[in-house]
């Protein structure tokens, strides 16, 4: 059940017809030439039961072309209408090769000046490892791919059970409400589609991105002197538009080395903050980067920042921006629709 087929020698593409088009086609289709490309035999224009527009063989005889569930011809007919109403050049069931000849045939191929997308409607299940072999190959080929792939049955799924990389951008789906939902965004698969093509999904960050960092502190009594202190808690980390990508605890040893080395004594001193600095503690046995007294410069142990993140949600923060620099603090990276990472259940 292909999207598009030939008419009078010409290839035409089932969403580009409206209501009123579709409707003329199907009464004066058999006074015209009208073809299966996979095939060459006679089509027949239909629409389904979900309303998807769609050719179909006038006789199946021969032809091996693999048959698709209605489900997977109506998300790859609502792809390719999004993706045109978006100034795209939209050509379904579209067949290309590698340089070194392997083929491809994207379920929607999508084209805008020097930018090419290939869109994947995968309604069975697949491996990992297929999944990035395909992708491969959209790779080899200069095409950008995006995956959308149904989640079978009621089962709850981590944001975690998925591959997250730049490498494999694929998002489950499932049917909800009498729609298709990307489920990660909780968004509708048509409205995902036009975001993708507006920009608005992005791999963040990225080396050299300017980001927003707070380091998140608290008050606290020191062990020795008693005097009130702060000691720093947490590295909360944000885009340049602020929206939030992880927190990083300051027992993270890099993120104590990051704090030392970008963020000056006198900021942390008049934030009531000790030093940022190596000492040694008599329960660990060695040296590690530690909070400080600002008055007396004792080691306030990591036991005190652990605890006050799980018992303080009363915390300031010093603002600092920074050029990420994953050799200096790697974050976890990840696919961003909207601004948001997403949920991490569903």
């Given at each position: 059940m292909p999207l598009r087929a030939t008419l009078n020698d010409n290839d035409i593409q089932s969403f580009n017809y409206d209501y009123e088009g579709w409707a003329s086609l199907k009464e004066t289709y058999k006074n015209q030439s009208l073809i299966m490309p996979c095939c060459q035999m006679k089509a027949v224009p239909k629409t389904s039961k979900l309303g998807t527009q769609y050719f179909a063989h006038a006789r199946r005889g021969d032809c091996d072309s693999n048959p698709e569930t209605k489900e997977h011809i109506h998300l790859k007919f609502l792809i390719a209408k999004v993706a045109k109403q978006c100034g795209w050049d939209v050509i379904t069931e579209h067949e290309g090769y590698t340089p070194d000849g392997e083929k491809w045939i994207a379920d929607v191929y999508c084209q805008k000046g020097s930018s090419k997308l290939a869109f994947e409607v995968q309604w069975s299940h697949q491996t990992i490892d297929e999944y990035l072999r395909r992708t491969e190959k959209y790779t080899k080929s200069g095409v950008r791919c995006a995956w959308l792939f149904r989640l079978k049955g009621k089962r709850e799924y981590y944001r975690s059970d998925f591959v997250e990389s730049y490498l494999l951008p694929y998002f489950s789906f499932r049917h909800k409400d009498d729609e298709f939902v990307v489920t990660r965004y909780d968004t509708p698969i048509q409205d995902f589609v036009i975001g993708m093509l507006s920009g608005h999904l992005a791999w963040l960050p990225k080396k050299n991105d300017f980001l927003n960092t707070r380091i998140c502190y608290t008050e606290h009594d020191c062990w020795?002197?008693?005097?009130?202190?702060?000691?720093?808690?947490?590295?909360?980390?944000?885009?340049?538009?602020?929206?939030?990508?992880?927190?990083?605890?300051?027992?993270?040893?890099?993120?104590?080395?990051?704090?030392?080395?970008?963020?000056?004594?006198?900021?942390?001193?008049?934030?009531?903050?000790?030093?940022?600095?190596?000492?040694?503690?008599?329960?660990?046995?060695?040296?590690?980067?530690?909070?400080?007294?600002?008055?007396?410069?004792?080691?306030?142990?990591?036991?005190?920042?652990?605890?006050?993140?799980?018992?303080?949600?009363?915390?300031?923060?010093?603002?600092?921006?920074?050029?990420?620099?994953?050799?200096?603090?790697?974050?976890?990276?990840?696919?961003?629709?909207?601004?948001?990472?997403?949920?991490?259940?569903?």
């Open positions: 020795r002197c008693r005097k009130p202190i702060n000691i720093i808690t947490s590295l909360d980390i944000y885009t340049s538009q602020d929206n939030f990508i992880e927190t990083l605890p300051f027992t993270n040893d890099l993120v104590a080395k990051w704090i030392a080395n970008h963020i000056s004594e006198r900021i942390l001193w008049k934030c009531g903050i000790g030093t940022v600095k190596m000492r040694y503690s008599k329960t660990v046995g060695g040296e590690y980067m530690s909070n400080g007294c600002v008055h007396c410069d004792a080691l306030q142990g990591n036991f005190f920042d652990t605890h006050e993140l799980e018992y303080d949600n009363d915390e300031s923060f010093i603002n600092y921006q920074w050029s990420y620099s994953p050799d200096e603090l790697p974050i976890n990276a990840g696919w961003f629709f909207r601004g948001s990472r997403g949920r991490s259940f569903y």
